[in-house]
Nanobody, 128 residues
Framework: VQLQASGGGLVQAGGSLRLACAAS????????VGWFRQAPGKEREFVAA????????SYADSVKGRFTISRDNAKNTVYLQMNSLKPEDTAVYYC??????????????????????WGQGTQVTVSS
């Protein structure tokens, strides 16, 4: 399995970006796919997740109402639409996937350290 994250960049506060996580390999085994982020000097934190088949979602409180996660199974791609960006959203964003039977989007947040697959990060920088 490979996860390829893209779409990061530099944007002004209040702006928008859309990240994409393209998956290849045994994607049929996925239960959920999520986005995490890591700012300098901080731990990697959960952002959002979506179930691979059913479309249920979960969001961190800090991004609710601003970020939207979606998937396109035909393209094996998960998107993160980020609106109303703030300087505190600046971080390297990573996508992750897991095939454990009970790995719902809500559990992605607490199971960060044991998730099976990780992509490389994409840098998001929000200027004030």
């Amino acid at each position: 399995v490979q996860l390829q994250a893209s779409g990061g960049g530099l944007v002004q506060a209040g702006g928008s970006l859309r990240l994409a996580c393209a998956a290849s390999g045994r994607t049929f085994s996925f239960q959920s796919v999520g986005w995490f982020r890591q700012a300098p000097g901080k731990e990697r934190e959960f952002v959002a997740a979506i179930s691979w088949s059913g479309g249920s979602t979960s969001y961190a409180d800090s991004v609710k109402g601003r970020f939207t996660i979606s998937r396109d199974n035909a393209k094996n791609t998960v998107y993160l639409q980020m609106n109303s960006l703030k300087p505190e959203d600046t971080a390297v964003y990573y996508c992750a996937a897991d095939s454990a039977p009970l790995r719902t989007p809500a559990t992605m947040a607490t199971m960060r350290d044991i998730l099976e697959y990780w992509g490389q990060g994409t840098q998001v920088t929000v200027s004030s």
